[in-house]
């Protein structure tokens, strides 16, 4: 395993968020793996990169391996930043949520493409004499996740291709009360972590998609069983195996150059607020990943 300090690596074209077990793909070769400093810290793993379907691919640990990390205790910067750093222009999340629609079942998969944040974590790389306001009203890249749930349904997957995504802080799950209030509200699934994902990958102008692999019903459903972590480890494993085949399928079909429908690689153009010349030096140097197309 090799360590890279906060110079930009070039090492990889599309990372991956979830779980340890994703990266045992069949057909992925040159395992190799990764540790990088950021300015924001260390991320919660080494990265690890590998080639399949002609796409060289960096996959990360969202919660570090062995599941170490609360979702309020990952360095989503870090780990942002760090695909910024090694090159990825697109990321896709992969993570377990729960249902509060009764036709979206446990071991559905659903594309969110809108997210409601109840969080309270660092979910921007800015401030500190730099202010920056990205558009987010479409938080994921619609070329991305389209293309994620084709695949799916060409499996015969059971997808959904949009849905909003209630993002709690966690580590608690939700109360009865917390989960009909949030039915009312319209959303589709909730979960902890994919809207802080979300938010930093336009700021770094990284397309972003994710996959919401459906475990469990939250606690608001009268006849199915409560949310808990023997229910969602056993559906999840199931779910695994299906955002494997998606995501092999998908890495086969993505083009090389990012369409003129993304304006992912757009997304700080004219949102920088502050004069070029009022920002401290030591931030322009922090942030020269982000922002060195912009302010030299």
């Not at 260390?42 to 990265?47: G, V």
């Not at 083009?255 to 030591?282: H, N, Q, W, Y």
């Amino acid at each position: 395993m090799t360590t890279e300090n906060s110079e930009k690596i070039l090492q990889a074209e599309i990372g991956i968020l979830g779980g340890t077990g994703l990266y045992e793909i069949d057909g992925i070769e040159d395992l190799e793996e990764r540790a990088i400093d950021t300015p924001f810290g260390k991320p919660s793993d080494s990265y690890v990169i590998g080639n399949l379907e002609g796409k060289r691919i960096a996959f990360l640990s969202r919660h570090s391996r062995g599941h170490r990390l609360l979702p309020m205790e990952i360095n989503y910067r870090a780990n942002i930043y760090g695909f910024k750093m090694l090159g990825v222009t697109r990321v896709i999340s992969v993570n377990s949520v729960g249902s509060l629609k009764p036709e979206i079942k446990p071991r559905d998969i659903v594309f969110s493409d809108q997210f409601f944040d109840r969080t309270k974590r660092k979910n921007t790389f800015f401030g500190e004499g730099i202010a920056v306001h990205v558009g987010f009203a479409h938080p994921v890249c619609p070329e991305m996740s389209q293309l994620l749930f084709q695949v799916g349904e060409s499996l015969g997957m059971r997808v959904h291709p949009k849905g909003t995504y209630i993002c709690i802080e966690g580590p608690a799950f939700s109360t009865k009360a917390e989960s009909r209030i949030y039915r009312s509200w319209d959303c589709d699934v909730i979960g902890m972590t994919s809207v802080t994902e979300a938010r930093l990958c336009r700021e770094a102008e990284i397309c972003y998609a994710t996959m919401s692999l459906v475990t469990d019903y939250d606690v608001w459903h009268e006849e199915e069983e409560s949310v808990s972590v023997e229910l969602i480890l056993e559906n999840m494993r199931h779910n695994i195996h299906n955002a494997k085949g998606i995501i092999k399928g998908a890495l086969a079909r993505f083009p090389v150059d990012r369409g003129e429908a993304c304006d992912c690689s757009r997304a700080l153009k004219d949102c920088i607020v502050t004069s070029p010349e009022l920002i401290p030096r030591e931030i322009k140097q922090k942030l020269r990943h982000l922002i060195g197309d912009y302010i030299s």
